[in-house]
Nanobody
Framework: QVQLVESGGGLVQAGDSLRLSCAAS????????MGWFRQAPGKDREFVAA????????DYADSVKGRFTISRANAKNTMYLQMNSLKPDDTAVYYC????????????????WGQGTQVTVSS
């Protein structure tokens, strides 16, 4: 079992930055693909970014490419999402997720989820 806890969300203005963190329990964090997803009110959960277990492969949704950066520190069992140039459309609950055996952008491929952290961007 893996427990994931997100932190770092908040209320910011358009153009500001935030860094989300995802702390994981367990000794196998370094073997998991990790991902960030988000869900805005009335919308489906959508992929934001993913990072391979080694950190050598990273993928982003087109909507955040060039503004967001995903990273991980396996020695700290922690993953990050640096979000720059935030827009009101980025407003959502952000979830971190861990995948045991897959890599990708489909939420169904992820096995463990955090409880989410709210990010609100005002215009």
């Amino acid at each position: 079992q893996v427990q994931l806890v997100e932190s770092g969300g908040g209320l910011v203005q358009a153009g500001d930055s935030l860094r989300l963190s995802c702390a994981a329990s367990g000794r196998t964090f370094s073997t998991y693909t990790m991902g960030w997803f988000r869900q805005a009110p009335g919308k489906d959960r959508e992929f934001v970014a993913a990072i391979s277990w080694s950190g050598t492969r990273r993928d982003y949704a087109d909507s955040v490419k060039g503004r967001f950066t995903i990273s991980r520190a396996n020695a700290k069992n922690t993953m990050y999402l640096q979000m720059n140039s935030l827009k009101p459309d980025d407003t959502a609950v952000y979830y971190c997720a861990a995948a045991i055996a897959t890599y990708g952008s489909s939420w169904s491929g992820y096995d463990y989820w955090g409880q989410g952290t709210q990010v609100t961007v005002s215009s």
